[in-house]
């Protein structure tokens, strides 16, 4: 089987599903919003800031794609009634959901734990960890009324074995590995819904140019020239894959 990288999506890939991201404004959320628009889907583009998503649904009607749907919300405060109210509007909408691409994710300090502020802590953990989980478990009615679907956690390395120094963003990511493990199990035999984590790797984003300041952001790919993983955990080629962890970048 050729490497998650290296996968070549045809150009109607995700064409007829409908896929939500999370953090769909900047970075690698809007990279693989654009992506996946580009090969066919209807994009739900989900985030807190409104100038950002406009730009991005302008960019997709601009290049010929199907008309995206905003979704403002806050990962930060938002509760599980804002949750199911957005699963409720997907149904009645789109009908069902076929993906979810959980991006959303906050850096909070790189200091020593025993110096690490609690309440940074708690909004670090709501945001990268207990917001895939709530928005997932309420989400799960639009998924299972696809044929079949694709749940992605966005993980990182420090998730895989923990680091000095990178705190609750680190803790964050072992939790959404599990979860996305536990999950997966769950739903092997219950459902057509696979469930994966994916580790977009070194990408020349703002939260790794703020991680790692004197990094040249140039040695670094564009968010853009990581999307083939992406493509491949939401379309049909990765039928069957369930409960991994992929690297964006190959490894």
């Given at each position: ?22 953090g ?6 809007r990279?693989?919003?654009?992506a ?6 209807t994009?739900v583009?989900?985030g807190?800031?409104?100038a ?8 997709i009607?601009?290049?010929?794609g199907a ?18 109210a ?15 691409l ?10 020593p734990l025993e110096?690490?502020?609690t309440a940074?802590?708690?909004e670090v953990?709501?945001v ?12 799960m ?12 956690f ?18 964050s ?7 996305s ?5 769950e ?6 819904i ?8 070194a990408?020349n ?6 991680a790692y ?7 670094n790919?564009q ?13 049909p ?15």
């Open positions: 089987m050729q490497p998650a990288h290296l996968y070549q999506a045809p150009p109607d890939l995700l064409a007829g599903r409908n896929i939500l991201v999370t769909a404004g900047d970075g690698i959320g990279a693989a919003t654009l996946f628009a580009a090969h066919g889907a994009v583009l989900l807190r800031t409104q950002k998503l406009d730009a991005v649904y302008d960019e009607v601009a290049n010929g008309e995206p749907v905003i979704q403002l919300l806050d990962l930060k405060s938002a509760g599980d009634e804002s949750y199911r957005l699963n409720e509007a997907i149904v009645d909408t789109l009908g069902c959901l076929h993906g979810v959980h991006n959303a994710a906050l850096l909070g300090p790189r200091t110096q690490y502020p940074k802590w708690l953990m709501a990268n960890l207990s917001a895939p989980f709530a928005l997932t478990k309420a989400l009615p639009a998924l299972r009324l696809a044929p079949e679907a694709s749940i992605v966005s993980s990182s390395s420090v998730g895989r074995r923990g680091r000095a120094y990178w705190g609750a963003y680190a803790v990511k072992f939790g959404i590995e599990g979860l493990q536990v999950l997966a199990d739903l092997v035999n219950t459902s057509a696979r469930v994966n984590c994916i580790n977009p790797g990408t984003t703002a939260m790794r140019r703020e300041p004197a990094e040249a952001p140039a040695s790919p968010p853009a020239q990581i999307m083939a993983a992406y493509l491949y955990l939401m379309g080629a990765s039928s069957g894959v369930t409960g991994c962890s992929l690297d964006a970048q190959g490894g």
